[in-house]
């Protein structure tokens, strides 16, 4: 079982950035692949961006290529989502999950667990 609380979300300007942190609980989070998804109004829940168990690969979204990089502390049990040069239609609440795979999939319907959200708006 893993609990996830995300936080760090919060109301920037476009061309701001903001670090959204992971927090997890639970011995075996060094295994997980963890990944960031987000949920606009009226939208679906998509990928924006993933990690393995190690760290070592990484996949993005192309809409947030260059300007948001996810890392992982295993040693906190804590992943991360730096976003910079944030735009108004990175506006959504994002979500933390964790995948028993370890690969860091894009694929949502292989993540076990969630956190509750963390809303993120971006300002024009």
């Known amino acids: 079982q893993v609990q996830l609380v995300e936080s760090g979300g919060g109301l920037v300007q476009a061309g701001g950035s903001l670090r959204l942190s992971c927090a997890a609980s639970?011995?075996?989070?060094?295994?997980?692949?963890m990944g960031w998804f987000r949920q606009a109004p009226g939208k679906e829940r998509e990928f924006v961006a993933a990690i393995s168990y190690t760290g070592g690969s990484t996949n993005y979204v192309d809409s947030v290529k260059g300007r948001f990089t996810i890392s992982r502390d295993n040693a906190k049990n804590t992943v991360y989502l730096q976003m910079n040069n944030l735009k108004p239609e990175d506006t959504a609440v994002y979500y933390c999950a964790a995948e028993a795979y370890g690969l860091g999939s894009t694929t949502r319907l292989l993540y076990n667990y969630w956190g509750q959200g963390t809303q993120v708006t971006v300002s024009s």
């Open positions: 639970g011995r075996t989070f060094r295994n997980y692949g």
